[in-house]
């Protein structure tokens, strides 16, 4: 009687002991090796598959990639994608995130921090009760499966790669809320982009936010007029987020005569009843406009709105609906003039904003045509050449007391340099000349660089190498550095010294033509 005595109490120990385990709250099971299979538990410091039924959390980090190529027999509770891991589902593979067992139930979150990446493969699964990504997600189409019970939040600082490999694309599935945010890259190999077309990528009980940003590759000819935009619309399960191939009207500005126009390039009608072109910098001229209520379109039905200023001109049709036939183009005057802005500032800044018969706004396009100005000082290299020359390219003189040129890739060519000390210009001092960097200081002085004034550097660029080069200037008084820009195009017409016979290089053909 004694011995069963003994076994009882030994068994109530080992259960008290296991209970007080699984009250204790989660175990964090890390993946182990730089790249495994994620169904193999010696990959896992538990030596266990990660388990929901004992609480687990799986954590992949530290540069380590596990792989999901089936559906693992045991789900974690929950996963945590930190900085420099990654988790790779094939398209065979089915990751479900369980909150349900153990008995302190776990999240059932899937998690990509900062630097994380978890990647599927179209045919691959993920289920999870909850997604946050702050980090990388990459959707490989046209079936790359993500069903999520909650709320499905992309953070302002994560990425979603789309990858669009045909005309159909598996929306992700949220049964609560899904908010976008963070950058949005699109991809396309083997689709073939249309006006009209469109992909569902989030379907959700409700939807909130958008991207920040919309990068798109593999989409061919896309004409100015045409853009992609993401679309909140009803449908599926309560809202949809879709990525839309559109057109739009345009705005074309002349930047060498400042004249400016409203088009509509594309195929089919588009309705709009008013709209405002809107310069931070100030870069209207009011003065100039020829405005559509002048001009008496529509039976001058159109009415300019309150004061036209160098910042806003704004147009609305009060009374019926104006649809703006295909081929339209309504010019508007000279309205563009940059305006005297503080150093670096951008003046080819105008926004174009039109609202459509709804009432919602939509934004257009905007065509900027002629010589491209710069508020800055600028490095304009010929990239068949390498020749470069140092340009200020602001409407306004800017003092300098040194510049510097680097190439994290090497494409600078220090030997075929032609610094201004060389060149005799007073005060100036080489500092720097290696293939990743060159530079001079004013030792004494400083240089004032009249607007649109072209001092010549050389070959300064490795023809065919990286072009990665940037400039940094030393403005008056200053200890820190101002970002400048580096150009690559043609060089400005009639600028550069000793360039005798104007073919933008100068070489041995100019001494035949000075002498």
């Given at each position: ?375 800055n000082v600028v490095v304009v290299i010929d990239p068949a050449t390498g020749q470069a020359v140092l340009q200020n ?123």
């Amino acid at each position: 009687m004694k011995h069963h005595v003994k076994i009882w109490a030994a068994v109530a120990l080992v259960t008290s002991a296991l209970l007080a385990s699984s009250a204790s709250g989660q175990t964090t099971a890390n993946f182990v090796p730089a790249t495994g299979d994620w169904n193999t538990g010696a990959n896992w410091s538990t030596g266990f598959v990660p388990s929901t039924f004992l609480d687990e959390v799986a954590a992949v980090g530290n540069g380590k990639t596990a792989t999901v190529s089936n559906a693992p027999l045991d789900a974690p509770g929950a996963v945590t994608i930190n900085n420099g891991g990654a988790v790779d589902i094939t398209s065979s593979g089915n990751l479900t995130v369980d909150p349900t067992g153990g008995a302190a139930a776990q999240s059932g979150a899937m998690t990509i921090n900062a630097g994380g990446m978890l990647s599927i493969a179209s045919g691959g699964q993920l289920n999870a009760a909850a997604m946050t990504n702050n980090g990388t997600l990459t959707l490989n189409g046209p079936n790359a499966d993500v069903n999520i019970t909650g709320n499905l939040t992309l953070g302002a600082a994560g990425t979603l790669n789309a990858n669009i490999t045909s005309n159909s694309f598996t929306a992700m599935s949220a049964g609560g809320r899904a908010t976008l945010g963070g950058q949005l890259n699109v991809n396309f190999t083997g689709a073939a982009p249309a006006p009209g077309s469109s992909w569902t990528l989030a379907d959700a009980a409700t939807m909130s936010g958008n991207f920040s940003s919309i990068n798109i590759t593999g989409s061919s000819g896309l004409q100015p007029w045409q853009t992609y935009v993401v679309e909140t619309v009803a449908g599926g399960a309560g809202s949809q987020a879709k990525l839309a191939f559109v057109e739009r009207l345009l705005l074309t500005v002349n930047r060498d005569t400042g004249a400016t126009s409203i088009s509509n390039p594309g195929g089919s009608a588009i309705p709009a009843d008013g709209y405002i072109i809107h310069s931070n910098a100030g870069s209207l001229r009011p003065s100039s406009l020829n405005s559509l209520d002048e001009q008496g379109v529509d039976g001058d039905a159109w009415k300019e709105i309150g004061n036209q200023t160098a910042n806003n001109i704004a147009e609305l049709r009060p009374v019926g609906q104006s649809s703006i036939a295909t081929g339209t183009n309504v010019a508007l005057g000279n309205i563009f003039l940059p305006a005297i802005a503080p150093l670096g500032q951008e003046v080819d800044d105008l926004t174009f904003t039109y609202t459509d018969t709804s009432g919602a706004k939509v934004r257009g396009q905007v065509q900027y045509v002629g010589q491209k100005s710069w508020n800055n000082v600028v490095v304009v290299i010929d990239p068949a050449t390498g020749q470069a020359v140092l340009q200020n390219q602001a409407p306004f003189g800017v003092t300098i007391e040194g510049y510097a040129v680097t190439s994290a890739a090497g494409s600078i060519t220090p030997g075929t340099w032609t610094s201004l000390e060389e060149q005799g210009s007073s005060g100036w001092v080489e500092i720097l000349s290696n293939s990743n960097q060159l530079g001079e200081l004013q030792g004494v002085g400083t240089t004032t660089l009249a607007s649109k004034q072209v001092y010549d550097l050389g070959k300064i660029f490795n023809v065919g190498g990286s072009q990665d080069l940037k400039l940094q200037i030393l403005l008056e008084g200053e200890s820190l550095g101002f970002n400048g820009v580096v150009v690559y195009g043609d060089l400005p017409s009639g600028n550069l010294p000793g360039d005798y016979n104007g073919n933008g290089s100068v070489d041995a053909a100019d001494y035949t033509v000075w002498k």
